[in-house]
């Protein structure tokens, strides 16, 4: 994770950003104890929604 951290420093990313299912408990601790924290968009908005694209 500290390898990632640096190399998005390297090209200028302003920050990391994860998504974990709810009750995945034990992948969150270890994303807090690398330094992430959880945070919401504005609630009043509604939900993100998280789209893709296979390629």
């Known amino acids: ?24 408990t034990a992948a969150q601790s270890v994303y807090q104890r690398c330094g992430f924290d959880a945070y919401e968009l504005e609630p009043q908005q509604g939900q993100a929604l998280f789209w893709q694209k296979t390629i």
């Open 1 to 24: 994770m500290a390898e990632v951290e640096l190399l998005a420093q390297q090209r200028g990313c302003c920050k990391l950003t994860l998504e974990v299912l709810q009750g995945n």
